[in-house]
């Protein structure tokens, strides 16, 4: 562990078949007035919301709704939402739904009482909040971001053409998070493997980084072979409990900070997905699937030791009679499988990308990297290899 660093995570989770009964309890912690946040109508459909707002009403509580949160949530519905905190005096954001949802609500929750432009302060120049901050709970019912136990806001302005991702600090974080992995099975089959593939790419994104001996990459390669297992058999058969409640405690554990406990950290794939995002408004873990095999074609010379290890411990590849080169690239032909195998795309094309659209989106995506600095030539370059 050779990165000093500070662990703390506040977020408490209720997780399982009947986690909802503690929903009662955690708002009386809360004043009177709940904006209750929520998606497209997949809530209304599976009955969730029903649930929800006779929990709310039996708790007392007065409700102000904001409906129709997108995918990808937009800087327009954030400010929506803000207003509606300042117009009603909200005591508690509850966001139900996946990581669109949740990531509005937390940013609603640092932009309400910000004085200034918040896009500016927060996405674009990364300030640190110093207005009040409302506190924010989430209902999760689609797995993959994590968002649920942690301080992300990934917001696309429309205008700007820009899709931005913000983490913000433990006072940001949901206070609570209810999830019961039953919720997810109405979730379509192509959300599902977006979802896993997200997380997948979140635990790589912290993988490949750094060459020391740190309990963080074990921890890592444990929770992949869990995700690997658990999506090979979901992908089969949607409603096996265990199967789905694995992949939702991995997706929580894979981005509430523990497995990138003293990392360096790459993120450069979600950097180009953002900006890919923002072109073709696709799901963001499909995005990830298309460009991480290239990327990692790309730059695996640069740390290609991680990667025969990546082969070994995470695909079980014997790897010790094969060149270092070889073992490296198999690591990475069993990634393709793998999406392959949940019936995500391999193309931009498939994602809606116009070849006009490649220097685009590598002159406005932000650069960095792990085992390589990636610049915009360099993202142009591996745009054009998953084109
Ligand atoms: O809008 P509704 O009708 O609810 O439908 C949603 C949406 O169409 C549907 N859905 C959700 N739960 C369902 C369901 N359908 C049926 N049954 C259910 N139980 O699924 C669709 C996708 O939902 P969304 O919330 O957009 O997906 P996801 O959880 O993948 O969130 C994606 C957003 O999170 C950001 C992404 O960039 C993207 O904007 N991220 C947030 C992160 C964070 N906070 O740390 C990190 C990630 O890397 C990511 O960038
Ligand atoms: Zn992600």
Request: include cysteine; aromatic fraction near 10%; proline fraction near 4%.
């Amino acid at each position: 562990m050779n990165l000093d660093f500070t662990f703390y995570n506040p977020t408490k989770i209720h997780f399982g078949k009947n986690a909802l009964n503690h929903l009662q309890q955690e708002l009386s912690a809360y004043g009177k007035t709940v904006l209750l946040i929520y998606g497209k109508g997949s809530v209304k459909k599976s009955g969730l919301y029903d649930q929800i707002t006779d929990i709310l009403q039996k708790a007392d509580k007065r409700v102000v709704e904001l409906a129709g949160i997108k995918s990808n949530p937009t800087y327009a519905q954030l400010q929506e939402g803000a207003k509606l905190v300042r117009e009603h005096h909200v005591d508690l954001i509850l966001a139900v739904g996946g990581g669109s949802v949740i990531d509005c609500a937390k940013g609603i929750s640092v932009s309400a009482y910000c004085k200034d432009d918040p896009w500016k302060r927060y996405w674009i120049d990364c300030e640190e909040v110093t207005n009040p901050i409302v506190p924010v709970a989430s209902v999760l019912t689609m797995v993959g971001t994590g968002s649920e136990m942690n301080g992300g806001s990934v917001i696309t302005n429309e205008a700007q053409m820009l899709k931005n991702g913000r983490v913000f600090g433990p006072d940001a974080y949901p206070k609570f998070s209810i999830l019961n992995p039953v919720y997810t099975y109405t979730v379509p089959k192509y959300q599902m493997a977006s979802g896993i593939f997200d997380t997948f790419s979140h635990l790589l994104e912290q993988y490949f980084s750094g060459q020391d001996d740190n309990t963080t990459d074990y921890v890592i390669e444990g929770i992949l072979r869990s995700l690997i297992h658990s999506a090979e058999i979901a992908m089969q058969d949607p409603e096996n409990y265990e199967a789905r409640s694995n992949i939702m405690w991995c997706a929580t554990i894979a981005l509430n900070t523990i497995t990138g406990v003293s990392k360096e950290q790459d993120w450069e794939v979600h950097m180009i997905e953002h900006q890919v995002g923002a072109y073709t408004d696709c799901a963001h873990g499909a995005g990830l699937a298309v460009i991480s095999p290239a990327y990692y074609e790309y730059i695996y010379a640069y740390g290609i030791d991680k990667f025969v290890r990546f082969a070994q411990n995470v695909w079980g590849i014997p790897t010790d009679t094969m060149t270092k080169e070889n073992a490296a690239l198999t690591g990475i032909k069993k990634l393709k499988d793998f999406i392959e195998m949940l019936g995500l795309p391999s193309t931009l094309r498939a994602l809606g990308v116009q070849e006009d659209m490649l220097p685009l989106i590598a002159n406005s995506t932000i650069q960095g990297g792990g085992y390589k600095h990636m610049t915009a030539e360099d993202i142009l370059q591996v745009l054009k290899a998953c084109f």
